[in-house]
């Protein structure tokens, strides 16, 4: 398992690989749930630097500042946290893969990010759309989020 680790700075850094089988390592993390959209940010672009160009990396961002809220400095994103390039460990990516369920329930928090909602979207009236942009989300459809939750 690797995490993310929100620096003073507000910057993102992946952590070495930590051990799985040894939850005391494990420093507290937040964990996202979310639908996978276009340019979603890949464990390379953050080994490359070119994740911040992305626009996934808004998700990244949205979990790293509410974890510094809640007090937490490392979180985890599969987007980013797992290796799925060719140059992948296989073994470590099937692992990944299986271990998912008990990462979602050791985390501290897990966060939602809904792609669909925006607090920005308004009518012509002021009314917010909120609520239908809410109730028609991707991500109450997605086979993963009862195992997320």
């Known amino acids: 398992m690797r995490l993310l680790e929100r620096d003073h700075t507000g910057e993102f ?12 390592e494990i420093p507290p ?7 996978w959209g276009e340019e979603e940010v890949l464990f390379g ?3 490359d630097g070119t994740a911040k160009n992305k626009s996934g ?11 510094e809220r809640d007090g937490l400095r490392f ?8 290796d799925k390039s060719d140059k992948a460990d296989k073994a470590e990516l099937q692992h990944a893969l299986n271990s998912m369920f008990q990462w979602y ?7 939602v990010y809904l792609t669909e ?3 920005r979207k308004w009518d012509a009236d002021g009314s917010s759309k909120w ?14 989020t009862l195992q997320e939750l």
């Not at 993390?29 to 639908?35: C, E, Q, R, V």
């Not at 990396?57 to 974890?67: D, E, L, N, P």
């Open 75 to 82: 979180f985890w994103v599969d987007t980013c946290c797992i």
């Open 131 to 144: 609520d239908l942009n809410l109730r028609g989300c991707r991500w109450f459809t997605r086979g993963w």
């Open 29 to 35: 993390y937040a964990i996202l749930s979310h639908t």
């Open 117 to 119: 909602v925006s607090r």
């Open 45 to 47: 672009d953050l080994a």
């Open 57 to 67: 990396y808004a998700k990244i961002q949205f979990c790293g500042a509410q974890a």
């Open 105 to 111: 329930r050791n985390a501290a928090k897990c966060y």
């Open 13 to 24: 850094r992946l952590t070495k690989r930590l051990p799985n089988d040894k939850i005391p």
